[in-house]
């Protein structure tokens, strides 16, 4: 059937910020349907709360609103703008969960707006754990048996008959939130708690465990003639028991004989007829190792994070097709963009194995728990493709960017065998290292197979890398042996350790004997049909097939995978980058490691190189490609890494010099440079041992900002007040050396706030000033941003503008740069200058207009400023304030204190935009779900430095009509000066402690601040983890109360009695 | 040890030998399928061919008891990527191989498969070979080697023989069948008949069959002009189903004309439409011939299914007796089943074609 012609016009609903669970992959997925509908000639209208994201880039879409994705604010969109339907299927579980929203508020029907994909019963049969069950009975798939809990009660029940372990899920939630194994009664009565007050219909499912099984997705897709097929199928690495975003996938299945695939094909294509989707659907199922006994885990009626892997597994682009079938066409009347000859109604085979690996957070959250299990943990990954499971699995390792570029942890040779085996059973992130430090042990890999679940074929890959390696070590300079090597996917690096040479002499060593990569395209069919997609892998094989053009062309290199401080914003540059490279005339070339994103769409660059984004794996498309330069500002500190050893290897970089980027980040070249300048930074030196740090940090006078050199996101950063705490600093929390130096600033408290700016040499635009709301301390990534400045006065502005000035054109800067300032008493400090695009240049790109990464990129390519029409100085702000906020995961990660800091914490970011400060606060406040109620009771606990402050915050609240609860010590402050609170039990005091209040909903807002004698294990923590757990709004810092309050105050009148 | 695949037109691909150590000569073709090589290597129709497997990992699951396709696997050659070093699933009953090895057919692995597989689709199927050496006149040899046209009577069976079951009676006629047909027609309870691919119309009629299914096999439909006659005086009288080759002859019996397809269709993503209601089905395919759209114009035969790409005709009925072919293989094996509906169909055709000559009855 053709595409519909009865509606005109079309809503999407994004996901809203990035969180642990839903991430990039949705920016890749929503971009891809609104440019096929808008292709097919709809309307789009698209809704969305994030700015880090191509999808709310103005011509994506007609119509786009940055704007909370609540039911507030989208239905009053949708009576401004009277769609005829709704897609909600590619954005996530927050479009889905949105989509029910409306509809049961009775919206949709009132308006008669339609929704598309996937029908309301259907989100319900799937995601509902009862009606899943009986669906999954009526098709005669097998399911794990099971129960509903509705309370602690009824899950321990359930379990008392089926016996332990079993596994808890809650019901309408995403990443398996709040969900988890329980072995034990008491681990199951925790979990369930948390399952159902995370839950939004407070439900959880109670699941027989079938830890163990071999865990295998497919991706499938249907279409309203009931055609369906299936794109992809995957195995994990990882048996049943830990949650797939957090396990090793291999594409397509490798340990399956053909009639196991083809059972489990049918149950998945039978289930996405029975749901009647029309459009992309993930089966998740478990298959008995040593039967042909299976059981259907999950099923997500929508676009997921894996059907954004499988497109890249495949190259089928799964979200693009899903959207065009919502709106009628049919499998066999679109075209398979890859091939362009063949019909979308194929299912891709491949001819070579992809690797999927998590990113985990856990290298900022040091103290966070990172056993895995059935609840996501991982903020981002890495795929890589090759010829065999080694390879790939290699190339995805050293992708990962943790410190390593092979199977390799030199600490766990130092770990007891108790330790190891535990690691093994207790799978945390890092079991693939002990599993090949296990088997350099002598393990045996039945041994192994045993003790963790995992397939033997894949544990064999293993012990065949450990092989190669002890070949390597034993074979010095053979030219056999690197050859399999590298055919089996060590990188020079590795083969150098071993060898005792550089990378450069391996590189060296395998270019004088020919070894060298060849690159494969992605096809989708093997080879079968000419194919024109621009899209490769490298391997080492006998032919090449990139086809290098007469073009002159331009590298750019992506950001890898999403972690803390690193996320989608660099992708979001990176596209755009490509975009002003291609209108300036050139090949844009992109390498990138990320499944996830836009950037690694093929359609998007005009070569895309599915490549680790190391010296060694960007040196070999050098070679080949012999582009003009490369451009590295954009892709985030991976990308800016690369820049020195590529320029040693003789490759231009575009944009501002080696040399001038470390002036600006090696602090004594920056000291230099600020020194002449004669602008004002916060005393301070670097140490490269510990007495120094002390010594420095004595003449500062305390309190000293901590860091190291060369870091992301304030990892490491720390405000210390005491020289005891300075002492621990330095010899537990980072490794201080003459190559990596400790930083130790005077620690100023004020006002911070950022800009980013253009500069071409001479010219030096500053699109905007961000002032943050949380004053200096809280890592910038992790404050609440305002554009235009509210609070900064003109002298300030002035200075802020005058300095980005000077250090612009100090700096050679040729393309973006970032800088961070203090404000203390009036006077404007720089705190550090990022000599690339930083997170803020989507927000900023946004409220502005100006699409800054394409600027900048013309900027690197020759274009002056001038000829783009910009002069140097502040552009002019609109009449619209626009906050940016950040939104966090805590819930999905435990021991991770929520404790705002310098270190960074956030995961995403929402923005809200409005008239007015305090309503553009709400908008934000909204959009990142902390919802504030405008009466209930409020908790207070704060340090003693912040009592005065608190106090004036409390009295507002006192106003508004809210009930203060405080413990002892703040509670007597608060008294002390008048103001009636009620003291709360400290917590273990009995059934009325804080805890259990919290629990039970009497408590609508904590407020938290703890002074740094205390440690981890402190009554401060329990209660930001139990606001976390209970969904609670938690404060911890006094100036987002403000925010807060502004935001409250403005919507309520004074009620006073005479 | 190494080994080398040369190509007639004189490309050479150097690679690691396996399976059994004798020289092969085939036809090369490519199959796309991700798994299921077990099914392939065992299908007769790859007799007189090398089989290269596109999916570069070859042998992960092993061979076990239950998937072969026939007993004696007549395949000339395998070429894979990579073999596995381990094969691990619980039905694996030995490496793949061991299994070539005992036989002997001789494998080479090692070899860029996409680079071969890209060659052949851009020149076309070719004969090639597998050898320890390559001496200076291999590459002519192999040119002047005349490949074995009698493949068909090499892959059917000898003798008659039965699979007895209580529902309909179907004489199958084995042009080198897979196994699959057999478990489809016997999950059906069809009562089967098995005679070799010589058996006369006189021979089939004899046993009085409810209908005649025509089995996949090897080679080209225009080797095996015996048949034709038999079908066409079986045609009229029984229903008949041809899959695969069957379908190839069938279409000649009734004077249609096939043609060597540049490099086939071997692999079972093959989307199959059925042009009266629309359904497309993944299929299952082996061919190297295929039947030529034009020359059905004037003959008693309609075109019921086709590929959705490229326009093979894959399914053809004859307008006036109960009798219909496809070219893809409903039987799956290796594949998805989407298409196995087809056999219910043979079985309702059956069925009717009772009722219409009255007095027989069985259980459908």
């Known amino acids: 059937m053709p595409k519909r012609t009865d509606i005109h016009k079309i809503m999407v609903i994004g996901s809203g910020p990035i969180i642990i669970g839903q991430a990039a992959e949705f920016d890749y997925s929503g971009t891809q349907a609104c440019l096929a509908l808008k292709e097919l000639g709809y309307e789009v209208v698209l809704v969305n709360s994030n700015p880090a994201t191509i999808m709310t880039d103005k011509e994506i879409a007609d119509q786009v609103y940055l704007e909370p994705i609540t039911l507030e604010f989208v239905s009053q969109i949708l009576r401004k703008e009277h769609p005829d339907a709704i897609l909600p299927t590619l954005g996530g579980q927050q479009g889905l969960n949105m989509a029910m929203e409306l509809s049961d508020s009775g919206i949709l029907k009132e308006l008669q707006i339609e929704l598309l994909g996937t029908k309301l019963s259907a989100i319900d049969q799937a995601e509902d754990r009862e009606q899943f069950k009986d669906l999954m009975e009526k098709l005669g798939e097998p399911v794990p048996a099971s129960g509903i809990a509705y309370t602690v009660d009824e899950a321990v029940d359930f379990a008392t008959k089926t016996g332990y372990p079993v596994i808890v899920r809650p019901a309408f939630t995403m990443g398996g939130t709040g969900g988890g194994i329980a072995e034990t009664e008491a681990e199951l009565k925790t979990i369930a708690e ?56 291999y594409a397509p299945v490798q340990t399956l004989a053909d009639r196991e695939v083809q059972m489990l094909r049918d149950a998945a294509l039978k289930i996405i007829r029975a749901l009647k989707i029309e459009g992309g659907c993930n089966v998740q199922l478990a298959l008995d190792p040593n039967s042909f006994n299976y059981y259907i885990i999950e099923v997500n009626p929508r676009v997921s994070r894996s059907s954004a892997l499988a497109s890249k597994a495949t190259g089928y682009p799964i979200a693009k097709m899903a959207a065009k079938i919502a709106v009628g066409l049919h499998l066999d009347e679109i075209k398979n963009p890859v091939t362009g000859t063949t019909y979308a109604e194929f299912e891709p085979a491949l001819d070579y194995v992809v690797c999927k690996i998590p990113r985990w957070p856990f290298d900022k959250f040091t103290k966070a728990d990172r056993r895995l299990g059935t609840q996501m943990k991982a903020t981002g990954e890495v795929m890589a493709i090759g010829r065999n499971i080694e390879e790939a699995t290699l190339k995805a390792v050293r992708s990962l960017e943790i410190g390593v570029n092979y199977i390799d942890e030199p600490a766990l040779t130092q770990v007891d065998d108790d330790t190891l085996s535990d690691k093994l059973i207790h799978a945390q992130d890092d079991r693939l290292f002990y599993l090949a430090e296990a088997i350099r042990r002598g393990h045996t890999i039945e041994d192994l197979a045993e003790i963790t679940k995992i397939n033997v074929f894949f544990l064999d890959k293993l012990l065949h890398i450990i092989e190669i390696e002890n070949d390597l070590k034993a074979h010095y300079d053979d030219l056999d042996v690197l050859t399999t090597a590298k055919r089996n996917g060590f990188g020079d690096q590795t083969i150098a350790d071993f060898w005792g040479e550089t990378i450069d002499d391996i590189r060296n060593y395998r270019k004088a004997h020919n070894v060298l990569p060849v690159y494969k395209m992605v096809d989708t069919c093997a080879g079968e049909f000419e194919s024109t997609t621009p899209y490769y892998y490298g391997t080492y094989e006998y032919e090449n097939e990139s086809i290098v053009t007469k073009k002159p062309s331009v590298l750019v290199l992506g950001s890898g995978p999403i972690r803390i401080g690193q996320g989608v914003e660099f992708d979001y540059a990176t596209v755009h980058s490509v975009k002003a490279i291609q209108k300036a005339g050139y090949e844009a070339i992109i390498m990138n490691s990320n499944p996830e994103t836009v950037s690694t769409d093929f359609s998007i660059s005009d070569k895309l190189y599915f490549e680790p984004l190391t010296i060694e794996d960007v040196m070999n498309v050098i070679d080949l490609e012999q582009p003009q330069g490369v451009i590295v500002q954009f892709g985030g500190q991976t990308a800016i890494n690369l820049a020195a050893p590529l320029a040693d290897h003789g490759v231009k970089i575009l944009g501002t010099s080696v040399v001038d980027v470390d002036r600006a980040e090696d602090r004594d070249e920056f000291d230099k440079v600020i020194k002449q300048l004669q602008i004002p930074q916060p005393a301070g030196d670097t140490a490269s041992d510990e007495d120094t740090a002390l010594k420095i940090a004595d003449k500062l006078g305390y309190p000293v900002l901590v860091r190291p050199s060369y870091v992301l996101g304030g990892r490491a950063m720390e405000i210390v007040k005491k020289r005891a705490d300075l002492d621990y600093y330095m010899h537990n929390a980072v490794k201080v050396s003459h190559d990596h130096p400790v930083l130790i600033d005077s620690y100023l408290v004020g006002k911070e706030c950022e800009v980013d700016a253009i500069c071409d040499g001479q010219t030096v635009v500053i699109p905007g000033i961000m002032e943050h709301i949380e004053r200096a301390g809280v890592h910038s990534g992790d404050s609440m941003a305002v554009y235009p400045p509210q609070s900064l006065s003109a002298d300030v502005q002035a200075q802020i503008v005058k300095y980005t000035e000077q250090l612009a054109i100090a700096l050679n800067c040729v393309g973006m740069m970032n800088i961070q300032f203090v404000i203390h008493d009036e006077q404007v400090y720089v705190i550090e200058v990022n000599p690339r695009a930083s997170r803020t240049v989507p927000f900023l790109s946004k409220v502005t207009g100006i699409p800054m990464a394409q600027v900048a990129t013309r900027v690197i390519l020759g274009q002056s400023l001038a000829d783009q029409g910009y002069e140097t100085g502040l552009v002019t702000p609109g009449p619209l304030v626009h906050v940016k906020a950040p939104v966090f995961s805590f819930s999905k990660l435990n021991r991770v204190d929520s404790l705002l800091g310098p270190e960074m914490k956030s995961t995403g970011e929402v923005m809200g935009s409005d008239t007015t400060m305090s309503k553009a606060l709400y908008k934000a406040f909204e959009a990142a779900k902390l919802h504030v109620p405008n009466h209930g009771n409020i908790l207070i606990t704060v340090r003693d430095d912040d009592k005065p402050e608190a106090l004036t915050l409390a009295k507002r609240f006192y106003n508004l009509g809210y009930q203060l609860l405080a413990t002892s010590g703040t509670a007597s402050y608060l008294t002390k000066h008048d103001l009636p609170v009620t003291v709360v039990d400290k917590i273990d005091s009995g059934e009325n402690d804080l805890l259990h209040q919290m629990e039970a909903g009497h408590i609508q807002v904590v407020i938290n601040t703890v002074s740094d004698e205390e440690h981890a294990a402190d009554d401060g923590t329990l209660i930001r983890n139990s606001s976390i757990a209970h969904n609670i709004p938690l404060f911890t810092a006094l100036d987002t109360v403000a925010a807060i309050l502004q935001v409250l105050e403005s919507q309520s009148f004074v009620t006073q009695a005479l | 040890m190494k080994r080398y695949l040369v190509l ?84 694996n009953e030995m490496s793949l191989d061991d299994y070539l090895k005992m036989n002997h057919i001789p494998g080479i692995a090692d070899i860029d498969t996409r680079a071969v597989t890209k060659h052949i689709r851009e020149v076309g199927a070719m004969k090639a070979t597998i050898v320890d050496e390559v001496k200076p006149d291999t590459v002519s040899q192999l040119q002047a080697t005349v490949l074995n046209k009698a493949v068909v009577a090499e892959s059917s069976t000898n003798n008659a023989y039965p699979n007895p079951a209580t529902g309909p009676n179907v004489v199958v006629v084995d042009f080198g069948l897979k196994h699959s047909i057999l478990r489809e027609l016997a999950k059906r309870h069809c009562n089967l008949t098995v005679l070799p691919y010589n058996a006369t119309a006189g021979q089939i009629m004899a046993l009085n069959p409810d209908g005649v299914m025509l089995t996949n096999g090897p080679g080209d439909p225009k080797d095996v002009p015996g048949a034709l006659e038999m079908i066409r005086e079986v045609e009229q009288q029984v229903p008949l189903f041809g899959i695969c080759l069957g379908h190839q002859l069938f279409s000649l019996a009734n004077g249609a004309d096939t043609f060597k397809m540049k490099f086939g269709h071997r692999g079972f993503n093959h989307p199959v439409r059925e042009i009266a209601t629309g359904r497309i089905d993944f299929t299952s395919q082996n061919h190297g011939y295929a039947v030529d759209r034009d020359s059905l114009a004037n003959t008693d035969l309609m075109i019921t299914h086709e590929e959705i790409n490229d326009g093979t005709v894959e399914g053809v009925r004859h307008r006036r007796f109960p009798a219909f072919s496809v070219q893809y293989h409903p039987d799956a094996a290796p594949g998805p089943h989407d298409a196995d509906h087809i056999f219910d169909e043979f079985i309702d055709l059956m069925a009717a074609h009772q009722r219409a000559r009255k007095g027989s009855n069985f259980n459908a």
């Open chain 2, 8 to 91: 007639a037109d004189g490309q050479i691909y150097p690679g690691t030998a396996f399976g059994d150590r004798q020289a092969a000569v085939g036809e090369l073709v490519f199959n796309t399928g991700m798994s299921g090589y077990q099914e392939s290597i065992t299908d007769q129709s790859y007799n007189g061919e090398i089989l290269m497997f596109t999916y570069p990992l070859i042998g992960n699951y092993g061979i076990n008891r239950d998937d072969h396709e026939s007993i004696t696997p007549s395949c000339k050659g395998v070429v894979v990527h990579e073999l596995a070093r381990r094969a691990s699933n619980w039905r």
């Open chain 1, 194 to 249: 948390n399952g159902l007050s995370l839950s939004p219909v407070t439900q959880v499912l109670i699941e027989q465990s079938i830890a163990g099984y071999k865990e295998i997705e497919f991706e499938v897709m249907r279409d309203a003639a009931d055609n369906a097929m299936v794109v992809c199928n995957m195995e994990n690495f990882d048996p049943v028991g830990i949650h797939t975003g957090d396990s090793i996938v």
